[in-house]
């Protein structure tokens, strides 16, 4: 456990100083080759729920301190000791004799004693810490306040539940690919492996528990791909027919891409800006058997890449915030700030209005982010619809969305991520 938590502490730290968390993890692989999978699984997990809960450990840590830490690395090996103390089932005495090990290391003498006390004080008052830490909103929910006030403002009846959803393990969800079997059928061959699994929508399933691919029956054959049910609805949505030009801008890894071309056989151009996404692309496509045209390029320089001819489908899963799913990538509780939503809103307007004039006349736009803020969303489609006279916003068939929120706004919830979709037609 020692190396783990020494692990868990660097990648926190990586994540906090401005670094994505599976880039974080990546470095810790290639520089620890001989780290085994349990010992990976054990520091990702640890990583991502030090991150996902880190406001409210803060909080509590505040009170446990007299004064502030000199060295910034023992607050991260606490932070990551008291995640695994309130929220792991390994044995507390063990936990804390790891980090007084690991803070030794650090030099300062008086470190491994003071990781000693902290520790054993939160055991010792862990309910009076934790309630006055929920005093605060950063302390109950685990969030950024101002994350906390922007939903509390634009989801008055639902941010508390928004937020908290926000903070589960997310569902593991699979999609079912139509031309090669049934959602009943996979469910009875999940059940012959001894998977439990649900129903979830017309094509899906959600397991139990999550599964490496590689023991998923068939995955490797393409009968099922890993997509979160609420990214499931973007295919059917756009309503694509066979032989359609077809246009997914930004296509990586290719969940839509794939779900497209399983659903009709599509002249489809995969767009992406990095390459290197690309190349999952082509896994999946090769994994699926499908075909589309990869092109790595900005879907803004339209000079660089378009042939002139129009495409009658286009989908457009702009890049954005990312908080409709912060319980799959709790590190952008950490990386994102206040002032980084107009940047976005300002890139997904300048695209949109790019992508508008490769549509044909009649042709269907699907605007999808998987974003809760209403700037990148129905503020941003609203905004679109003034300045473009010959786009009308067409009704959304099987999403529902609830009391009090836009239409085309999906709220995490027990089966899918937050996501938000706007279905435009050119006139």
Same mark, same amino acid.
């Given at each position: 456990?020692?190396?783990?938590?020494?692990?868990?502490?660097?990648?926190?730290?990586?994540?906090?100083?401005?670094?994505?968390?599976?880039?974080?993890?990546?470095?810790?692989?290639?520089?620890?080759?001989?780290?085994?999978?349990?010992?990976?699984?054990?520091?990702?997990?640890?990583?991502?729920?030090?991150?996902?809960?880190?406001?409210?450990?803060?909080?509590?840590?505040?009170?446990?301190?007299? /004064?502030?830490?000199?060295?910034?690395?023992?607050?991260?090996?606490?932070?990551?000791?008291?995640?695994?103390?309130?929220?792991?089932?390994?044995?507390?005495?063990?936990?804390?004799?790891?980090?007084?090990?690991?803070?030794?290391?650090?030099?300062?003498?008086?470190?491994?004693? *003071?990781?000693?006390?902290?520790?054993?004080?939160?055991?010792?008052?862990?309910?009076?810490?934790?309630?006055?830490?929920?005093?605060?909103?950063?302390?109950?929910?685990?969030?950024?306040?101002?994350?906390?006030?922007?939903?509390? !403002?634009?989801?008055?009846?639902?941010?508390?539940?928004?937020?908290?959803?926000?903070?589960?393990?997310?569902?593991?969800?699979?999609?079912?690919?139509?031309?090669?079997?049934?959602?009943?059928?996979?469910? !009875?061959?999940?059940?012959?492996?001894?998977?439990?699994?649900?129903?979830?929508?017309?094509?899906?399933?959600? *397991?139990?528990?999550?599964?490496?691919?590689?023991?998923?029956?068939?995955? !490797?054959?393409?009968?099922?791909?890993?997509?979160?049910?609420?990214?499931?609805?973007?295919?059917?949505?756009?309503?694509?027919?066979?032989?359609?030009?077809?246009?997914?801008?930004?296509?990586?890894?290719?969940? /839509?891409?794939?779900?497209?071309?399983?659903?009709?056989?599509?002249?489809?151009?995969?767009?992406?800006?990095?390459?290197?996404?690309?190349?999952?692309?082509?896994?999946?496509?090769?994994?699926?058997?499908?075909?589309?045209?990869?092109?790595?390029?900005?879907?803004?320089?339209?000079?660089?890449?378009?042939?002139?001819?129009?495409?009658?489908?286009?989908?457009?899963?702009?890049?954005?915030?990312?908080?409709?799913?912060?319980?799959?990538?709790?590190?952008?509780?950490?990386?994102?700030?206040?002032?980084?939503?107009?940047?976005?809103?300002?890139?997904?307007?300048? *695209?949109?209005?790019?992508?508008?004039?490769?549509?044909?006349?009649?042709?269907?736009?699907?605007?999808?982010?998987?974003?809760?803020?209403?700037?990148?969303?129905?503020?941003?489609?609203?905004?679109?619809?003034?300045?473009?006279?010959?786009?009308?916003? *067409?009704?959304?068939?099987?999403?529902?969305?609830?009391?009090?929120?836009?239409?085309?706004?999906?709220?995490?919830?027990?089966?899918?991520?937050?996501?938000?979709?706007?279905?435009?037609?050119?006139?």
């Amino acid at each position: 456990m020692l190396e783990i938590q020494q692990l868990a502490s660097a990648a926190v730290a990586a994540v906090v100083g401005g670094r994505n968390l599976n880039v974080a993890l990546a470095a810790q692989w290639q520089k620890h080759p001989q780290l085994t999978s349990q010992q990976r699984a054990a520091i990702t997990d640890i990583s991502y729920g030090t991150l996902r809960f880190g406001a409210q450990l803060e909080a509590v840590l505040a009170q446990l301190l007299a /004064k502030p830490l000199r060295d910034e690395s023992l607050r991260w090996l606490l932070l990551v000791a008291l995640y695994q103390l309130q929220y792991t089932r390994a044995a507390p005495y063990a936990i804390v004799d790891n980090a007084v090990r690991c803070a030794a290391h650090v030099g300062e003498p008086q470190a491994a004693g *003071l990781i000693n006390a902290v520790l054993r004080n939160f055991l010792r008052r862990r309910e009076a810490l934790l309630a006055k830490a929920a005093h605060s909103d950063a302390g109950r929910y685990s969030y950024p306040q101002w994350w906390i006030d922007k939903l509390r !403002a634009q989801y008055p009846r639902h941010f508390a539940a928004m937020l908290e959803a926000g903070n589960l393990h997310p569902p593991f969800t699979l999609r079912i690919n139509r031309r090669r079997t049934t959602r009943d059928e996979y469910l !009875a061959l999940l059940a012959q492996h001894g998977i439990a699994a649900t129903a979830v929508g017309a094509e899906a399933v959600t *397991l139990a528990r999550a599964l490496p691919v590689e023991r998923l029956p068939g995955f !490797a054959d393409g009968m099922v791909s890993v997509q979160d049910a609420a990214a499931q609805l973007a295919a059917p949505l756009l309503d694509a027919q066979d032989g359609m030009r077809a246009l997914d801008a930004c296509a990586a890894p290719g969940g /839509k891409t794939t779900h497209l071309l399983e659903i009709a056989s599509l002249e489809l151009t995969a767009l992406d800006s990095d390459a290197t996404r690309l190349e999952r692309v082509r896994q999946n496509l090769e994994r699926l058997r499908l075909d589309a045209r990869l092109l790595a390029a900005d879907a803004n320089d339209t000079a660089a890449w378009w042939d002139g001819k129009p495409f009658e489908r286009i989908l457009a899963d702009v890049s954005c915030s990312a908080s409709g799913v912060v319980r799959r990538h709790p590190d952008i509780k950490w990386l994102r700030r206040r002032g980084d939503i107009p940047q976005f809103v300002l890139q997904q307007q300048r *695209l949109l209005g790019s992508l508008w004039r490769l549509l044909a006349s009649g042709g269907k736009l699907l605007y999808t982010t998987c974003s809760v803020f209403q700037e990148e969303n129905s503020l941003q489609v609203a905004e679109f619809l003034t300045r473009h006279a010959d786009a009308r916003v *067409l009704p959304l068939c099987g999403v529902k969305t609830l009391d009090g929120t836009p239409e085309g706004q999906l709220l995490p919830d027990n089966e899918h991520d937050g996501f938000y979709y706007a279905l435009l037609q050119k006139m």
